[in-house]
């Protein structure tokens, strides 16, 4: 397989700022993450790092996994000032064996756009502005084509570290993968037969959502908050 390569023309990104919704406050909806109007948006909870899934962690706590649940609501050591690997799910990266997962049901027959946040160390070929995709709230993308693979390193990227990349999208525009960068889970929006193979693939722990819906720490209307997230209000 050949590696990422860059690209500077970041006109093939529009589609995707052309049809996210503007950030609305209070909350973080779905839809400022991800481009609208596709037929349905499923949610992939990253794993947590000691191999337990979100389900078993709730159950330890006596807290309850629906579709908006946050890691801060079910899980009783975590207190928001960090996270750990070995313990939590990873925020703004997913591990690539839950990314191959799901582009294994994300059809394509040629190479697929990558996008990688800016953010994420220093680039020996930044590039201009021009040549960065701008997204809501300074979320600005250097982008990449590739085959599809779940793909964790990127040319340019400095220091280097497994890294996913924050949006993904075929030239049809068929599905786009999102995994925000301040989120530990990944949507995934498109057609049904898509979504409905992402929903029922067991290995990985999903529900499907709404393009309004909240995925902040403040959306888990379900389960009590957290006395360190209750101060921060």
């Not at 207190?79 to 990266?93: H, L, T």
């Not at 990314?99 to 756009?113: G, K, N, Q, S």
């Not at 084509?145 to 996913?164: F, H």
Request: proline share 9%; net charge negative; aromatic share 10%.
């Amino acid at each position: 397989m050949s590696g990422p390569r860059r690209l500077f023309d970041v006109g093939c990104g529009q589609w995707v700022l052309d049809r996210l919704v503007e950030p609305r406050h209070p909350g973080c909806q779905v839809g400022t993450a991800l481009p609208t109007g596709f037929d349905r948006v499923v949610r992939v909870r990253h794993p947590a790092g000691d191999g337990r899934t979100w389900v078993q962690v709730a159950a330890s706590s006596g807290r309850q996994v629906h579709p908006l649940v946050q890691w801060g609501s079910i899980a009783p050591h975590f207190d928001g000032s960090g996270r750990s690997g070995d313990v939590d799910p990873e925020e703004g990266s997913i591990p690539p064996e839950s990314l191959a997962a799901i582009l294994e049901h994300c059809p394509t027959d040629h190479d697929v756009t990558y996008a990688v946040w800016v953010g994420f160390g220093s680039w020996a070929d930044r590039g201009d502005r021009h040549a960065l995709l701008p997204g809501w709230g300074g979320r600005d993308y250097l982008l990449f084509e590739a085959p599809k693979a779940p793909i964790m390193t990127w040319p340019g990227m400095d220091p280097i570290w497994p890294q996913s990349a924050n949006l993904i999208w075929p030239k049809d525009h068929s599905w786009c993968v999102a995994t925000e960068i301040d989120w530990d889970s990944t949507l995934i929006a498109g057609p049904y037969p898509v979504t409905q193979a992402i929903l029922d693939d067991e290995r990985l722990e999903t529900f499907e959502v709404d393009y309004g819906d909240d995925l902040s720490w403040y959306g888990d209307h379900f389960n009590p908050l957290p006395d360190w997230l209750r101060a921060r209000r």
